[in-house]
């Protein structure tokens, strides 16, 4: 988004919330939308992960259109990603170097509710290696929360492979295929991936 000659950017936040799903609106990095006038967040529900993000997206085009600022999406189009999963046999995430930036950043992690503390070992832009003695075993959906910078970042996804044995540089742990990355994800990755860059022109 444009205004006065400057850039902001906005993302869209989703996590869980019972049977439903909630999202929230942010002013990246870290800054969440507040109701006016009180203390909660703006909070958009609906019924699936896209019902609730297209509802915080539309009302966050709402809000640009009021103020004539000029809108534009950084990527590609918000819906065009709904649907797709990386593949499970995606060489991001089956140990092979494709799409795989080394990172490590505190995780949390549980079948229920993330509380098992752990570190990843590298980020793509449709998984996670998370390095831990004690892996959930495959095909186990988990809930998670990405510890980065100053927020946390809510993911979910499917165990797709598991390492019991450490080996040189390759810690224990398990390999996850991400549901829908949020665009606070898939940002972070990016950022990620820009900054090995710069260290491999250095």
């Known amino acids: ?88 046999g995606d060489p991001a995430l089956e140990g092979g170097k494709e799409a795989r930036h080394p990172c490590k950043v505190p995780i949390r992690f549980g079948e229920k509710k993330a509380t098992q503390a752990a570190t990843t070992v590298n ?25 980065v910078q100053a927020y946390t970042i809510p993911l979910v996804g499917t165990v797709t492979w598991v390492r019991l044995n450490e080996e040189p540089d390759k810690p224990k742990g398990m390999g996850i295929q991400l549901d829908h990355p949020p665009a606070l994800f898939q940002r972070y990755v990016v950022e990620v991936q820009e900054e090995m860059a710069q260290l491999d022109k250095a």
């Open 1 to 88: 988004m444009a205004h006065d000659n400057r850039l902001e950017y906005y993302g869209v936040l989703i996590a869980e919330s019972g049977a439903y799903w909630r999202a929230r609106i942010f002013t990246y990095p870290n800054m969440l939308w507040s109701v006016p006038g009180a203390r909660g967040t703006i909070k958009f529900v609906g019924a699936s992960v896209k019902e609730a993000e297209t509802r915080a997206i539309e009302f966050l085009r709402e809000h640009c259109e009021r103020r004539r600022y000029t809108m534009q999406d950084a990527g590609e189009d918000p819906s065009a990603g709904w649907g797709k999963r990386a593949n499970p």
């Open 123 to 147: 980020l793509s832009p449709g998984g996670i290696y998370i390095a831990t003695d004690k892996p959930i075993r495959k095909g186990r959906r988990l809930r998670m929360l990405l510890d």
